[in-house]
């Protein structure tokens, strides 16, 4: 997950902004005019978003910083150009340490110099309750060995200053194939962010509702207590039992905006996309599974030195530690489970349930 500050810095010298950033959470910055018109802020711009009292909003400032985005996606593809990289690796040991197949084999056939493409989905979310939060989410994929890139962040801060771009490089048609896995990915963070936020309103939910449902039973008691003392008075007994019907609709209608108010909404966008050519170490090997076997491609990432994970084959989630079936999909634990009627294990990429027909 790429950091505020990052974000606003990057946004503000793609507009030509001068900008110092420091480590603690200061921004410091030369606007050029129109972007000072745009975020009415004057063209020497100093930003403090340390978290103590006194400091700049983050929140309001993601949403001035909003102002200053295309109305699409922007889209860049780049090349990274590093004389100095060195990718040549202990690709055995490397294997043996850094891949972890469940119910199955390798064997490595040859590791070699290549160039992989890959791509950096920058997601904007926005988390309502009773308070709203914004935030920044970055995923990175590589698009020939189809694996993520577990830091993507530390990845893109790595290779920034090497990068140039590159015109007519044909980004959509290769992010359109592993956008269902970057928005799975970013899903699985936003998630974990919006768990807080939800404990948080749960907690303020059950205060207020507390509060509203003591509020009404005492109501409700007074009318009660009314309605026995008026009993041998159909008219105004009848008076206070509609005040009392009234009164629990009343209570309803409160609790019930209750729940909207601190009901979690959830919004995410696509805000940029990045494709950026990097030297790879490639790894190639074989996977094998009782008597069948695939040839398969792992990605050695030079600049963090790991290497990649690949994607499961059935929910393009992150396949580590990696399952293989009987025909050698490459799998993760969620979609390699146990069918609950009969105990068999069954890929969900050979087939949607099981043979039993009763897990899906």
Same mark, same amino acid.
């Given at each position: 997950?790429i950091?505020?500050?990052?974000?606003?810095?990057?946004?503000?010298?793609?507009?030509?902004?001068?900008?110092?950033s420091?480590?603690d959470?200061r921004?410091r910055?030369?606007l050029?005019a129109?972007v000072?018109?745009?975020l009415?802020?004057s063209?020497w711009?100093s930003?403090?978003?340390?978290?103590?009292?006194?400091?700049?909003?983050?929140?309001e400032?993601?949403?001035?910083?909003?102002?200053?985005? &295309?109305?699409?996606?922007?889209? %860049?593809?780049?090349?990274?150009r590093?004389?100095?990289?060195a990718i040549?690796?202990?690709?055995a040991?490397?294997l043996?340490?850094?891949?972890?197949?469940?119910n199955?084999?390798?064997?490595?056939?040859?590791?070699f110099?290549?160039?992989?493409?890959?791509l950096?989905?920058?997601?904007? +979310?926005?988390?309502?309750?009773?308070?709203?939060?914004?935030g920044?989410? %970055?995923v990175?994929?590589?698009?020939?060995a189809r694996?993520?890139?577990?830091m993507?962040?530390n990845?893109l801060r790595?290779i920034?200053? +090497?990068l140039h771009?590159?015109?007519g490089?044909?980004?959509?048609?290769?992010?359109?194939?592993l +956008?269902?896995?970057?928005?799975?990915?970013?899903?699985?963070?936003?998630r974990?962010?919006?768990?807080q936020?939800?404990?948080h309103?749960?907690?303020?939910?059950?205060?207020d %509702?507390?509060?509203v449902?003591s509020? +009404?039973?005492g109501l409700?008691a007074q009318?009660?207590?009314?309605?026995a003392?008026?009993?041998?008075d159909?008219?105004?007994?009848?008076?206070?039992r509609?005040r009392?019907?009234?009164?629990e609709a009343?209570?309803?209608?409160?609790?019930?905006d209750l729940r909207?108010?601190?009901?979690?909404?959830?919004q995410?966008?696509l805000a940029?996309?990045l494709?950026?050519?990097? &030297?790879v170490?490639q790894i190639?090997?074989?996977?094998?599974?009782?008597?069948?076997?695939?040839?398969?491609f792992?990605?050695?990432?030079?600049v963090?030195?790991?290497l990649?994970? &690949?994607l499961?084959?059935h929910?393009s989630?992150r396949?580590?530690?990696?399952?293989?079936?009987?025909?050698?999909?490459l799998?993760c634990?969620d979609?390699w489970?146990?069918?609950?009627?009969?105990?068999?294990?069954f890929?969900?990429?050979?087939?949607?349930r099981?043979?039993?027909g009763?897990?899906?």
């Open positions: 997950m950091g505020i500050q990052d974000w606003i810095c990057d946004l503000l010298m793609s507009r030509g902004a001068l900008v110092e420091e480590e959470g921004i910055a030369m050029p129109d000072a018109d745009s009415h802020a063209e711009l930003l403090d978003l340390r978290p103590r009292p006194g400091a700049d909003d983050p929140v400032w993601m949403e001035r910083m909003e102002r200053l985005l &295309p109305g699409q996606p922007l889209v %860049t593809g780049a090349q990274y590093n004389p100095a990289l040549r690796v202990d690709a040991s490397m043996a340490s850094e891949l972890a197949i469940q199955g084999i390798y064997r490595l056939v040859e590791d110099s290549a160039s992989a493409t890959y950096f989905f920058t997601f904007q +979310y926005t988390v309502e309750s009773d308070d709203r939060s914004l920044i989410v %970055t990175c994929l590589n698009a020939d694996s993520l890139v577990t993507p962040e990845f790595g920034r200053e +090497y771009e590159e015109q490089a044909a980004v959509p048609d290769v992010a359109a194939r +956008y269902p896995a970057a928005a799975r990915a970013t899903q699985a963070v936003v974990k962010h919006a768990t936020i939800e404990e309103a749960n907690r303020r939910l059950a205060r %509702t507390q509060r449902e509020y +009404y039973e409700l009318i009660e207590k009314r309605t003392k008026r009993a041998n159909a008219e105004a007994a009848e008076k206070e509609s009392a019907r009234a009164t009343d209570r309803v209608a409160k609790l019930e909207r108010k601190y009901s979690l909404r959830i995410v966008e940029a996309l494709a950026v050519r990097v &030297p170490r190639a090997v074989r996977l094998i599974r009782k008597r069948e076997e695939r040839a398969h792992l990605d050695w990432n030079p963090l030195h790991v990649e994970s &690949p499961c084959e929910c989630g396949a580590h530690p990696l399952f293989l079936c009987e025909r050698v999909h799998l634990s979609c489970t146990q069918c609950p009627n009969c105990s068999r294990f890929c969900r990429v050979c087939q949607p099981c043979k039993c009763m897990a899906g």
